[in-house]
């Protein structure tokens, strides 16, 4: 390789690397945040008819200027993957950000309204990207819906039992929140929040002392022993995620350039050889001072 020239791999991971210098830069993430906070803003201060058609052209520019400044942002996020492309769409955040940017300047979606107030409605989720404990909350809540999923068969199953038992010993006697299966499962769903257990209670005494224990069970059941299995899964969730996220933070780290790694090793060994060479030169040491 000719000294001073270099490849277009190595222009590219070079733009590479002084890019993605420009995105790690804090002032970059502000920026995207304010635009963010403005975009909501925006949003809000859309909600008030009289305002909004007052201020309509004001509104529109700025709205303009905004999507410049994300599309503008994406752009830059994109370079910063110039010499590895595909590293590009391995981030969720850039795929997210890229289509709703995108859709924006589709033809169609961009004139309709209501889909262009949902798009931009979609950018503040974009607030995730540059908070780092959000994003883990956010990583944490997708990983915990297997557990979520398990955790709502079984309270189904536990409601479903419990209302029919509810609906063969008090339908007679209360009708009104036992006399049929739907009845006992809202009357139960409510229950699980242990909103007028004291009543419910009461109540089930006067049909039958026995009540006492069906409710007391239930409540054992659905209120401590199944919310405590939610919370398990849900702090379980949060430890992937905080893994997660470290190990997608060593792995966005800037990859050495292996040009420039290739011309190291061969410039060390090119010193190694000057070394050997001047070996021979070396005045050969007293038999004493080897010993010592």
Not at 40 to 56: D, I, K, P
Request: with cysteine; charged share 15%.
């Amino acid at each position: 390789m000719t000294p001073g020239v270099q490849t277009p791999s190595g222009r590219q991971h070079l733009v590479a690397q002084r890019v993605h210098s420009l995105t790690q830069a804090p002032w970059f993430s502000h920026t995207a945040m304010c635009a963010i906070a403005l975009n909501a803003v925006l949003l809000g201060v859309e909600t008030y008819a009289g305002f909004a058609h007052r201020w309509a052209t004001p509104l529109g520019i700025v709205e303009h200027v905004l999507l410049g400044l994300f599309a503008l942002e994406i752009l830059v996020r994109a370079l910063a993957h110039a010499d590895r492309p595909s590293d590009f769409f391995r981030n969720p955040w850039n795929i997210f950000d890229a289509l709703v940017v995108l859709c924006a300047f589709t033809p169609g979606i961009g004139q309709d309204s209501t889909v262009l107030r949902l798009l931009r409605l979609a950018r503040v989720i974009r607030t995730a990207r540059f908070l780092p404990q959000l994003r883990i909350i956010l990583n944490a809540i997708g990983k915990s819906l297997p557990g979520m999923a398990s955790f709502l068969l079984v309270g189904s199953l536990v409601l479903y039992l419990y209302a029919m038992i509810g609906w063969t010993c008090f339908a007679t006697a209360d009708p009104e929140h036992y006399g049929s299966l739907g009845r006992a499962v809202i009357t139960l769903f409510v229950l699980m929040t242990l909103d007028g257990l004291g009543e419910a209670v009461r109540a089930g005494l006067d049909i039958s002392p026995w009540s006492f224990a069906y409710y007391a069970s239930y409540v054992l059941l659905s209120s401590f022993l199944l919310v405590n299995l939610l919370i398990g899964v849900v702090i379980n969730s949060l430890d992937q995620a905080r893994v997660s996220e470290e190990t997608f933070n060593a792995s966005q780290a800037p990859k050495p350039d292996p040009a420039a790694i290739h011309e190291s090793i061969a410039a060390l060994r090119a010193g190694l050889d000057q070394l050997e060479q001047q070996l021979p030169l070396v005045p050969a040491q007293p038999e004493r001072l080897r010993k010592s």
